[in-house]
């Protein structure tokens, strides 16, 4: 992404709220002015343009600060009980359910989120935390397990510990979602963190920590650190940094993952999509329409997960194309406020700009769009852009084969369950599909030999925090939630002993 201007002259921010640096061991850290200059940037309202305030960049030595203060609180709070940390995980649950409403409006002014996307972000943020309480609070999820051996005179034994220090690095498309996501776990396995979120929404992430310090964990538990690309990278280089949990782009993740070789930190990667909605002859036409047009647009289609490619079955393409028009351009696009609103704006001006080159690079490639939704008045100040649906593209189209990151789908058509499962496997991403079909059988095929993380299978988008989160190829290393996130922040050891 462009990079936003990053030094606001003091001048500029007379009046408008500054959040801080970094928040160390409960304390707000501000980086003050250095020469007269104070290094921050705006935070913009995504429907309107104006900006809301601005976010302080941390320095090397707040990044420092804050991985030191979380590595010296490691030993007490991995010391604590599981169940201890269950009751402070369940508090910080209440606490975001209690403060609905003002998450789901920071989350509409940040992002311009329609009310029900912001809302279901602030839902699944709590039930992150007490899916993560409840199996701290289920004492088989910590308690070591004895094997059986091959050898009477040993025994062995495997048990988990916390990774360590955990640098947690965020996106701008889910946030709060994504910094539940990595917390939770990390918390709940007894590590410490440093959270690093994007700068473009941070201050979803400012009201997640002052929650987070409210429900009573220890200081110097969670830290935050603000800033761009380069703090993240100054944060994942830190020596004192067991493990780095990173979601963002591919490209992002490629540079994570060479920085944490250095150290052999461990790493969980959550990279970009370019995933299938695949259609076949017997589907249910209308309940295609939906779930194509969700699994395209939803938060205007700045998804990791959105099936942007969608495949179509030859008998009903003509068919789905005509429901399909008939929804896009009905989708109402515009500021959260707006009654109807099913669509909001794009995160900020240089997302738009970078969404919109990637269109009209694919047309001059040979891309033609068939049909594509529209704005009114209200969108006029913000960062919107219209659903923009492709026909048809050449295979080696850009807007086919690249993530584009916003509210841009293809559709193609196909003749064969092999043709379509080929098709959506032509990619080096594989982070989810959705299938939509009357055919148990061709439901089980599809989701064996589909390549990707999750398969859905005539359902929308659903995610529960019982169910693992991650991809194949390009897309990723490793799982969030479920069993399997919490274990990525804990180490597997075994013991064997001769006891006598
Ligand atoms: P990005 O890679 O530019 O930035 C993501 C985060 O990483 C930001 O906080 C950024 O400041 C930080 N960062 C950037 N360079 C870094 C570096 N070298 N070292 C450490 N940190 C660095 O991505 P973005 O534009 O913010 O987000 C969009 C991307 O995220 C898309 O590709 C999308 O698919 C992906 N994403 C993936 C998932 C998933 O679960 N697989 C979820 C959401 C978003």
Not at 53 to 72: F, I
Not at 312 to 339: C, L, N, W
Not at 350 to 366: C, E, K, M, N
């Amino acid at each position: 992404m462009a990079t936003i201007p990053s030094i606001a002259t003091p001048a500029e921010q007379q009046d408008a709220f500054v959040w801080p640096a970094a928040t160390i061991a409960g304390e707000p850290v501000t980086n003050g002015a250095q020469n007269g200059v104070h290094h921050a940037m705006p935070v913009f309202n995504a429907s309107t343009g104006a900006t809301i305030g601005w976010q302080e960049q941390a320095d090397a030595a707040l990044v420092d600060k804050a991985v030191r203060t979380a590595h010296a609180a490691l030993a007490s709070w991995r010391a604590t009980t599981p169940v201890a940390r269950g009751k402070l995980l369940k508090k910080i649950a209440e606490l975001i359910e209690s403060d609905r409403v003002r998450l789901s409006a920071m989350q509409m002014q940040v992002s311009g989120k329609p009310p029900a996307e912001a809302d279901i972000d602030v839902c699944d943020a709590a039930a992150t935390f007490n899916y993560y309480a409840d199996l701290c609070l289920n004492e088989k999820t910590f308690a070591p397990e004895s094997l059986a051996l091959p050898d009477d005179s040993v025994t062995g034994e495997r048990f988990y510990e916390s990774v360590g220090v955990a640098a947690l690095i965020v996106p701008w498309n889910f946030p709060m979602v994504t910094t539940a996501w990595k917390i939770a776990p990390a918390l709940a396995a007894g590590c410490t963190v440093v959270l690093k979120p994007s700068e473009i929404t941070s201050p979803v992430e400012h009201m997640i920590a002052a929650i987070i310090n409210e429900a009573g964990v220890p200081d110097g538990v969670v830290n935050l650190v603000n800033g761009g690309g380069e703090v993240g990278a100054l944060l994942t280089a830190h020596p004192l940094v067991d493990k780095i949990s990173f979601t963002g782009s591919t490209a992002s993740g490629k540079k994570v993952m060479q920085t944490a070789a250095q150290d052999m930190k461990r790493v969980t990667l959550e990279l970009g999509g370019k995933s299938a909605l695949i259609v076949r002859a017997d589907a249910d036409v209308e309940h295609a329409v939906t779930l194509a047009v969700s699994g395209a647009f939803t938060n205007a289609g700045q998804m990791c997960s959105a099936t942007a490619r969608i495949l179509v079955h030859d008998d009903v393409y003509r068919k789905f194309m005509a429901a399909f028009e008939t929804a896009v351009r009905a989708i109402v696009v515009g500021p959260p406020q707006a009654s109807n609103v099913a669509m909001g704006p794009l995160v900020c001006a240089a997302q738009r700009a970078r969404v919109q080159s990637l269109v009209d690079q694919g047309v001059a490639a040979g891309a033609s769009i068939a049909f594509s939704g529209s704005l009114d008045r209200a969108c006029a100040d913000g960062f919107f852009m219209a659903p923009v649906v492709i026909a048809e593209p050449p295979a080696d189209n850009l807007l086919w084969t690249d993530e584009v990151f916003g509210p841009v789908a293809c559709v193609k058509s196909f003749r064969s369950d092999d043709e379509a499962i080929a098709l959506a496997n032509d990619t080096r991403y594989g982070l989810v599909a959705t299938v939509v079909t009357a055919d148990r059988e061709a439901a089980r095929r599809y989701k064996t030999q589909l390549r990707a993380g999750l398969v859905w299978i005539n359902t929308p988008q659903l995610i529960f925090p019982q169910i693992c989160w991650g991809g194949l190829g390009l897309s990723g290393i490793g799982r969030e939630l479920g069993l399997a996130g919490l274990r990525s922040y804990q180490e597997l050891r075994h013991a064997l002993a001769d006891v006598g």
